[in-house]
């Protein structure tokens, strides 16, 4: 699982895909979450990294 960090908030998803303009973000099932653009994205992180470093990523 991947976590994309973004300034309004987080989402969870299975899988992304980098494209021209940003990342898409898949869920378990292969189905489109939602399209982020670069401009938007702080981050994609592997959940679990995410959840076992100590360490601020925002």
Do not use: K, W
């Not at 699982?1 to 869920?27: H, K, N, S, W």
């Amino acid at each position: 699982m991947f976590r994309a960090i973004l300034p309004e908030g987080q989402i969870t998803c299975e899988r992304y895909e980098q494209v021209a303009e940003g990342v898409e973000l898949y869920d378990e099932h292969d189905q489109f979450i939602a399209f982020v653009p670069y401009d938007n994205l702080h981050a994609v992180v592997d959940e679990d990294t995410y959840l076992r470093d100590d360490r601020s990523i925002m």
